[in-house]
């Protein structure tokens, strides 16, 4: 591990070894750029995982305190946990299902596809898919995601047996064990799946994706890497000309420390980035670093999301095996004929007993309730994920009446669905239920949306500074050398899961920070 | 029968840092009263049913819980809170005892937790203290319905969540085997051995790689 100095100003700070920070921190230092990589988690492994979900849960989770306002069932059952997110090296790479699709076309134009809607704050992406299909190219190359490159498709477990029967006699056509982030078979040095059936819990097997295996060893092995583990970054400073110079952050001895930077690359996760931005206010920027659009925090977006569980005669076992099975991907395109702009995509989904409890009705209890846990072995899930709308009052603000554990103010998530977000989810629940019944289920259940496990849009994208908080680079419009390299930057979420895009972004972004650097432009 | 003397043998002697005991058991003059034992307020006890699946896996099939806060009248109260919240008959009584368990440790620790549960289980009796674990099950659950919503209940309800379903009696009971990577995970135990609808087409579904 390299060891670079506090007062070293050449060196590139990144916050957050997630799928952005952890992949831009390797992508830099391939190109022999030094990088200090700042995680406020700890160092887990495969080995160190746990096949446990409560436990997992405690040992990975974002638990510091945050709030949660507005009109979602959220706020009401989980007040306190407005994300199902990590603070760990590797950030939510280590806890996601694998999920690996591109955003469609359109998606990259919503503004102009869907047309203006009333209380959406939709914009249309400053880039194209055209100029990032390059780049996811080589995203899916580093990941290893089936069905591209070669790699087969996954097999499909019993939960996705269920799902195809039914989709299929429903007379969906798109229906296949997806795209996916984990090993079919063997490759860059890791194994494949062995279907434990613990994705979100870290794969003990390595089969599945994530930089806390991969981008993050390989950017050690260059020796440009100094990672820093269970160091919390509270501040960005900036001089007076208005650039960043500095990053402040809590050691794993609670001491503070001072990180020179050359520049700040932040990638934590759609809440704790725009929290940072917001607690870096000075004389200079009262509004907050790199927020004169106002719209920083702003833009919050979580998927429209939901699940559908059916009980059946018989046994399901939908534990066995990958979490995120397969995919039905006819619901995906655009089709206002639905009564609403935009597409959702249904995955499989499973649950353990313990979250099965916690999760499936939130709040519920007697018979009823009894009954579904009574019938866990008989049981098959899916999950919804929508494309829901942007609106400026979903909105991640500083919470001065709460206090986190270093004296600075929590992040409270405020949101409100959209009438867009509730017609889509309707539809959504319906079809999942359908697409069950169809495969003979005896009852089934609407799961309201989860804590949020998707994040993003605080710090859009935009072709102008008044309407976003980034360029089509992920810099900041405010700033040249603050750049910010997780989902926040998403201008509208797509359908899709976000990791891939976000992983394709961040490749990019290190071919241009790297350019950038070169020229002496930062 | 030859007798082998159980004794310090001369190959052991030889070595001077194993300090073997004699294995007599000294005498101790231990007080066994009754109190000594029970420190707490409240003891719960049971029986795993013999010949039930979890009497087949668990060491002993008594069990006894002792309670540091809460009375056993209390912690009865609590189990038969537990199973009108979540009724689950083929749940033991040792199951419903770890939420007496996990509430008492919350009164045990925070005075104001220990005021709500204690107010809350007279509520949940009315006039007649011990009364509400002798209703029928129509009338607990009415009882139970008029409380929803209260403090109480709600701290109740909540801590059923992971005391009642994040245990290994509940795991086995409901059929989910936990931890699977010491297994070997399940490409070769089950994982697509669904029978009842047919196998998705290779296009959808490509075989596991199995070397």
Known sequence: ?522 | MKVIPIGRSDAVAAFDDCEEASGEVRKVDLPLARREFLQGSGVLMGVLASGSLLAGLAPSTAWALELKSLTTAEGNSIMALGRVLYPHAKLPDAVYALLAKALDGKAAADAGAARTLKNGIEVLDGPTPGSFIKQSAVMKLAIVKRIEGSDFFNMVRGECITALYDNDMAFATFGYPGSAWEKGGYITRGFQDLKWLPNPPAEASPPPYLG
């Open chain 1, 1 to 522: 591990m390299a060891k670079f100095d506090f007062n070293d100003d050449g060196v590139v700070v990144v916050i957050g070894s997630g799928a952005g920070g952890g992949t831009l921190a390797n992508e830099l230092c391939q190109k022999g750029i030094k990088v200090v990589l700042l995680e406020a988690g700890a160092r887990q492994s495969s080995a160190s995982f746990i096949n446990d979900e409560w436990k997992s849960f405690s040992q990975l989770a974002w638990l510091d305190a945050r709030t949660t306002s507005g009109s979602w069932r959220v706020a009401k059952d989980f007040a306190g946990l407005p994300a199902w997110i990590c603070k760990t090296v590797g950030g939510s790479t280590t806890h996601w299902a694998g999920a690996s699709l591109r955003f469609q076309e359109h998606e990259f134009r919503a503004k102009t596809t869907y047309g203006a809607i009333d209380g959406a704050n939709l914009l249309d992406w400053p880039v194209t898919l055209k100029e990032l299909e390059p780049y996811y190219a080589k995203a899916e190359n580093k990941m290893g995601v089936t069905r591209t490159n070669g790699i087969p498709g996954l097999p499909g477990n019993n939960n996705f047996k269920v799902m195809h029967a039914g989709a299929t006699k429903l007379g969906y056509k798109e229906v296949h064990t997806g795209r996916m982030a984990i090993n079919s078979q063997p490759r860059d040095g890791r194994g494949r799946c062995m279907q434990l059936g613990f994705c979100f819990q870290g794969c003990k097997s390595g089969a599945k994706w994530s930089t806390l295996y991969t981008e993050i060893p390989k950017a050690e092995a260059t020796g440009n890497l100094d990672l820093r583990t269970e160091a919390h970054v509270t501040r960005i400073e900036h001089d007076n000309t208005g650039k960043v110079t500095a990053v402040t952050y809590r050691d794993s001895a609670g001491k503070e420390q001072r990180q020179s930077a050359r520049l700040v690359c932040v990638a934590g996760n759609s809440i704790e980035t725009p929290r940072l931005l917001l607690m870096s206010e000075s004389d200079m920027f009262k509004d907050g670093l790199a927020n004169s659009s106002g719209q920083v925090g702003r833009n919050y977006m979580r998927h429209m999301t939901g699940s559908v569980y059916a009980a059946f005669k018989n046994p399901v076992h939908m534990y066995r095996g990958t979490t995120m099975a397969g995919i039905i991907q006819d619901e995906a395109m655009h089709n206002p004929k639905r009564g609403f702009a935009g597409g959702y995509e249904m995955e499989t989904l499973s649950l353990g007993v313990p979250f099965m409890a916690a999760f499936l009705n939130p709040g519920g209890w007697g018979a009823e309730f009894a009954w579904w846990m009574e019938h866990y072995v008989q049981t098959a899930g899916m999950w919804l994920v929508g494309e829901d709308m942007p609106r400026e009052t979903n909105r991640v603000t500083l919470n001065t009446k709460v206090k986190d554990q270093w004296g600075n103010p929590a992040p409270n998530v405020h949101f409100d669905d959209h009438p867009n977000d509730i017609a889509m989810r309707k539809h959504a629940f319906k079809q999942g239920e359908e697409v069950y019944k169809a495969a003979g289920a005896i009852k089934t259940f609407q799961t309201p949306p989860y804590p949020s496990t998707h994040n993003l849009g605080t710090c859009r994208m935009s072709a102008k500074a008044s309407d976003g908080v980034v360029n089509k680079w992920g810099q900041t419009h405010d700033i040249d050398n603050l750049f910010i390299s997780d989902g926040s930057q998403f201008t509208t979420g797509g359908a899709e899961n976000p990791t891939l895009t976000i992983v394709t972004l961040a490749i990019r972004q290190a071919d241009y920070i790297a350019k950038q650097m070169a020229e002496r432009a930062i």
